[in-house]
Structures are given as structure tokens and as C-alpha cells.
């Protein structure tokens, strides 16, 4: 049966939150009468045990007496302990305390299903696993190849590539787009001769262009063509004044193009009346509009501030930042629904326009960048960035409170949307889009570190966990949406099955799969735009968990892409409808199949240590930017062998 709200704390079994808020007495009692502890004293000689027990008398007693002195707490785990973790004690209470914390570091208690497909904490993959990946990574590789071949054979310096009428489209302005979102694909895969043919064309056009253009999206050139810029400056040596790439422009040309193209995205905060900027950007004059309907989406405008902290930083101009960190500042004002924003938004009146609430289009990456902003900015002197994190820790304990709802009838975890705010109904509808989630809902918990390390030292709080536990869910919620269908890929939008809400017929296609009446495809959302967010969920949570199952599903995923939309001629093709087989094909490769997907899979077959997630945040459109202390330290060096 479906479970209703709220998806919280009820739904985390791992033991290791529950130490948080007990009692010193419970952490001894209980650790002695559980796990390894427990195992050890049934062997132990009644002796021994009674001996252990005085020592642990003794300390409580040692404990109970002590004077007060203030105790330091770690920033992670700031505001998160309780009370009576904030009781003052002695240094060598300060000392026995934390040993006595320390005890019930324990691997979680994995569902069974986990048990069965993790290799989480028994070590490294054995040799053959590591072959086996090796291999799966240069499909992927390849993969990448096929798909710029076609583009440069049919469509080089259009922004999209139509694979089966062979010819190119510009659906972004005309900048180029897959040129510059490829780019640092090919950087990290060290596909130097890729690298030199992007290079180059950006080297002798993109100028030019940007000076010619006319109506371009803000937030679409920010995220692709900037954050491509401005990853590829990175990857190549730029910000260690180095040229770390044997092919291609030197790192200074992709900084110079980015300077300029932001100052003339620049106009859209400059010329709107509020901190929120207009929505569309004429290139050749520098100045901006507001959209049709006058409106800026939220996610929008608030995925922007990555890609101009990060040139900031790198030219040393702090004009970019100061009009990205305004919006933040603005939002920071704006009534919420449990942390929960509206998806469009006036540049005219700064206010929230209309009531609906989702994680899919117009609302998705403002949840993205307000951890990955604070990521980014958290270790920077110069300001006070906690605000961002208390707004992402707000709305996820809204997401969790207001949006998820488990199915019926396999309780597939999944979030919903808010059609007429807080007090319209519930609709039960995930766009493809919200599949971004799981990964940053996990990044969000360790900060980019794995779970065990986390877990180790003691940083993952309450939320965290439950956080992370919604992240594993969702998680495989998006997975089950790509293999409830016949072509193994998932659809654009997929309702749900729950006590209000059954479609009869409108499954799938695939009859094999537990979760045939769970998901429910109308017609009209049955395309597949060849869209990376659930590969780059199981990226980041394959990093962070270090479960092999999430390596497997997206190995599984990158072999539908390429039995149904791998185009002979070259390039891949979105579909139509990922419900019937053979499957119609839409003619249209997406950017960011090259700039996002396949740089996904290929980070997630590959070696850990390529691009860290505690030492780079990526973009929403997956560009790679080194958090300030990695600039100088580790960034680029790494990056331009690739590693095949
Ligand atoms: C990309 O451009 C970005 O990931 C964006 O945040 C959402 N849409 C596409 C991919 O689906």
C-alpha cells in the first residue's frame, strides 16, 4: 500500500542517525548490547564483561562530575546536535566523549535489496570489475566520437545537429552551442583531436558571432556556452597559468571570449528595474528584454551565479558576481511554501507570479545551485553564504514534507508537484527533469565526500540522512521510469499510481517489469530527449555511495541509447515515443548529450579521482568548475590525459 506523507525521518534505517541524540548511558548500553560490540561480548568471558562495564562506570561517573568548559563543534554538523551535546564539560570529558561517539561508527543497515547488489564496504573492485568498466567507458568513448562526427559532417558551427535530415539548426542563437558544450567532454575523455577541431573553431568564429547575434536565452547561453568556456580555460591549464593542452587555443582565448560574452549577458541584470534580470539577451547590442509573457522563470535566473562567481574569480573583475549574488540575496526576502518557491517570477516587481510549485522545468536548479553555490562560495573569507545553505536545507525538508508520495502498488518513491501552491492539490506527475535530484540531494549530504568517509567522521547529521535515503529512492524511481518502457529509456513525464490518482493502459510497454502499473506515460510526454539527469544522479550518488548497482543501471541506460538512437550516418537522435518499438525518431541531437550525458557515463565507468566531487562543483549543464582551493592545488593537471 502507498504510504502517505510525511517522507521523513520514519523512512531512514540507518542506525548510525540515531546516535545523534542519545544519551551517553544509551550510547554505552547500547553499544554494548549491539553490533560487533554485542557479538564480541557473547564470547567474552563473564569476567572480562563485568570489567568492561566498571570502566565504563567509571567514566560516566568522571563525566557527571566535571567542571564546565566550553566544547567546539565542527561546522558540518553546526546547529545539529542537541542540547545535551552543547552541556560543557571537562578536556578529558571533551576526550572520552568523543571516544564514546566514535563507537557507533557502524556501516548503515542496508535494505536487502542493497545487500544484494552493493559491494559498498567490502573494498576495492576486484580486477576484472575494473577491466570490465575500462571497457565500458571507451563505449562510452566511442559513444562521444559517433555523436561529433555527425555534427561536424552535417552541422559544424550550427548549435544543434538534425541526424537524419543531416543538416544543422541553430535553436540557441547561433553561437555554436555544440561546439562549446562538447568541448570539455572531449577534454576530459583526452580526445585531442576533437579538443583541436572545437578549439580551433571557437578560436577563429565564436568572437564574431557573439558580436553579430541577436536574441539569445540567458540562462541557456550562461549554462552552455560560458560554462563551456569557461571549464575548458580550466581543463587546459588556465587557472595554474599553464597551457596543459597539446592542441587547441591557448586557455587565455576561452577566458577573453567568456569576459566578453558576459558583459553582454551583463545587460539583462543591468537594465531590469529589480535584482531579478530580464530573460532573453540581443548579443549585438548589449541590451535585454523580458520574455513574451514578461516573466523570468526561477530556475532561470537562479543558475547563473556558478558560471559568474567562477569568472569572476579568474578575471579578477567582481562585477559578474555582484549582479549573480544579488538574485540570491533577493530570494532570500521572498515568502516561501516550506522553503518551496513558485516557478516564474516578475522582473518588474521582483515578486513571485502564480502559485505552482515543482522540481521540473522553471523550478529544478534553483534547488541545484543553492547547495552547489555554497559549495562553491563556503570556504570564500569575503562574505556570509550559510544563508544559501539554510535555504536548500529548508525547501528539501519541504520537498520531503510536501512533494513525496510513495506508489502503489511497488512504493516507488517519487516528487510531485504543487499545481496551485500549498493549498491546491497534489499532482502526481515527475518530470524526467526532477531526476537531477538524487545527485544533488546526496552532494548536498557528504558535500561531496563519500558516504563512508562522512560516516567515519562523524559528519552526516539527521537531515543528511534522510536526505541521502530520499536521493537512493528517487534514485531508483528515475531508473525504473527508463526500464518500465520498451526502449529501455524513459520518457519526458511520468505520473504516478497512487491512491488518488490510476490511469488505466498507459504503461510502459514493457510487461517484464514489476513496475508496469506504477508508472503511468500519457501520450503527450512520451518523448525522450536524450536528457542526462538520472545518468548524472547515478554518477554522483556511484561516487558518493560507492554502489556498484549504480554503475550497472547506467550501463544498462547507455545501451538502449545506443540500440534505439544511434543514427548510422552519425550523431543520436531524440525519439518520439519510448513506449512502442521500433520507437519513432524525432530528428534532433541536444547539446547536451555531448556536453552532459555521455561525459556522465564516462565519469561514472571511470576512476574516481577524475574531477572530485569535494574539489569541483559542475554546472547544471555539467561544466567543472575547481572550488577556490583546488584552483592552484589540483585542478587541470590530471584532466588533459584522459584515461584511456
Ligand atoms: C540542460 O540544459 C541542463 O541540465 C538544465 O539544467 C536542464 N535541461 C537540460 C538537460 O535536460
Known amino acids: ?78 546547529g545539529l546536535e542537541t542540547n545535551e551535546e552543547h552541556k560543557v564539560v571537562t578536556d578529558v570529558g571533551v576526550r572520552f566523549k568523543k571516544l564514546l561517539r ?76 555544440t561546439v562549446v558544450d562538447s568541448l570539455d567532454t572531449a577534454m576530459i575523455m583526452g580526445l585531442e583531436e576533437v579538443v583541436s577541431e572545437a578549439g580551433s573553431w571557437i ?50 582565448i576561452y577566458l577573453e571570449i567568456a569576459k566578453n560574452l558576459a558583459d553582454r549577458l551583463l545587460s539583462a541584470f543591468t537594465s531590469s528595474p529589480t535584482p531579478i534580470p530580464y530573460s532573453d539577451v540581443l548579443l549585438k547590442n548589449s541590451s535585454a528584454h523580458p520574455a513574451h509573457n514578461l516573466l523570468s522563470s526561477t530556475s532561470e535566473v537562479s543558475t547563473l551565479q556558478l558560471e559568474f562567481n567562477y569568472l569572476s574569480a579568474i578575471s579578477g573583475d567582481p562585477k559578474y558576481k555582484t549582479e549573480g549574488m544579488k538574485v540570491f540575496a533577493h530570494f532570500k526576502t521572498l515568502p516561501k511554501v516550506e522553503g518551496l518557491v513558485p516557478i516564474y517570477i516578475s522582473p518588474h516587481s521582483g515578486e513571485f507570479i502564480g502559485q505552482e510549485i515543482r522540481l521540473g522545468s522553471r523550478g529544478d536548479s534553483y534547488y541545484e ?100 535515503k530520499l536521493a537512493e529512492d528517487l534514485a531508483k524511481t528515475c531508473f525504473e521510469m527508463y526500464s518500465v518502457t520498451s526502449t529501455g529509456l524513459a520518457p519526458e513525464i511520468a505520473y504516478f499510481h497512487t491512491k488518488d490518482f490510476y490511469e488505466d493502459g498507459l504503461g510502459g510497454g514493457n510487461q517484464s517489469s514489476e513496475y508496469v502499473n506504477d508508472i503511468i506515460i500519457k501520450f503527450n510526454d512520451r518523448h525522450n530527449l536524450l536528457r542526462p539527469e538520472t545518468v548524472e544522479s547515478l554518477f554522483v550518488l556511484y561516487r558518493i555511495t560507492q554502489d556498484p548497482k ?73 561544466h567543472p568548475f575547481p572550488i577556490k582551493d583546488a584552483i592552484y592545488l589540483e585542478g587541470g593537471s590530471f584532466m588533459m590525459k584522459g584515461t584511456m
Open 102 to 177: 566514535r563507537a557507533p561508527r557502524l556501516p548503515p543497515r542496508l535494505s536487502g535489496n542493497e545487500k544484494v547488489s552493493s559491494g559498498i564496504f567490502t573494498g576495492k573492485p576486484n580486477e576484472h570489475d575494473e577491466e570490465k568498466w575500462k571497457a565500458r567507458q571507451r563505449n562510452v568513448k566511442e559513444a562521444f566520437i559517433h555523436a561529433w562526427s555527425g555534427y561536424k559532417k552535417s552541422a559544424m558551427g550550427y548549435d544543434e545537429l538534425l541526424p537524419l535530415s543531416m543538416q544543422g539548426f541553430d535553436g540557441l542563437g547561433g553561437l555554436g552551442a
Open 369 to 468: 545551485y543553492l547547495i552547489k553555490v555554497w559549495l562553491q562560495l563556503r570556504s570564500i573569507q569575503d562574505g556570509n553564504f550559510t544563508y544559501l545553505y539554510d535555504m536548500y536545507e529548508e525547501a528539501m525538508r519541504g520537498v520531503r514534507h510536501l512533494l513525496v508520495q510513495k506508489t502503489i502498488p511497488n512504493e516507488l518513491v517519487f516528487v510531485g508537484e504543487l499545481p496551485g501552491g500549498s493549498k491546491g492539490s497534489f499532482s502526481p506527475k515527475m518530470d524526467h527533469l526532477v531526476c537531477f535530484l538524487p545527485g544533488t540531494l546526496a552532494l548536498g549530504a557528504t558535500k561531496g565526500i563519500t558516504k563512508e568517509k562522512a560516516m567515519k567522521d562523524n559528519l552526516l547529521t539527521i537531515e543528511d540522512f534522510e536526505n541521502l
Open 203 to 252: 578560436e577563429s568564429n565564436l568572437l564574431e558571432r557573439i558580436s553579430q547575434k541577436g536574441d539569445v536565452n540567458l540562462f541557456e547561453t550562461t549554462i552552455r556556452v560560458l560554462g563551456g568556456l569557461l571549464s575548458a580555460y580550466h581543463l587546459s591549464g588556465g587557472d595554474q597559468d599553464m597551457n596543459l593542452a597539446n592542441t587547441g587555443p591557448k586557455p587565455t
Open 550 to 622: 549504480y554503475r550497472e543501471w547506467g550501463w544498462q541506460i547507455f545501451q538502449s541509447f545506443e540500440k534505439y538512437t544511434k543514427v548510422d550516418s552519425g550523431g543520436y537522435t531524440s525519439l518520439n515515443d519510448v513506449t512502442t518499438l521500433p520507437p519513432q525518431r524525432r530528428d534532433k541531437m541536444e547539446t547536451f548529450f555531448l556536453g552532459e550525458t555521455l561525459k556522465y557515463l564516462y565519469l561514472l565507468f571511470g576512476d574516481s579521482s577524475v574531477i572530485p566531487l569535494d574539489k569541483f562543483v559542475f554546472n547544471t549543464e555539467a
Open 1 to 78: 500500500m502507498s504510504k502517505s506523507l510525511p517522507y521523513s525521518v520514519k523512512d531512514v534505517h540507518y542506525d548510525n542517525a540515531k546516535f545523534r541524540h542519545r544519551s551517553f548511558f544509551k550510547v554505552i548500553t547500547q553499544t554494548l548490547f549491539t553490533s560487533d560490540m554485542k557479538r564480541e561480548c557473547v564470547s567474552y568471558s563473564t569476567g572480562k564483561f563485568l570489567g568492561l562495564f566498571m570502566i565504563f562506570g567509571l567514566a560516566c561517573l568522571i563525566l557527571t562530575h566535571a567542571s564546565k568548559t566550553p566544547s567546539a563543534t565542527d561546522g558540518l554538523s553546526k
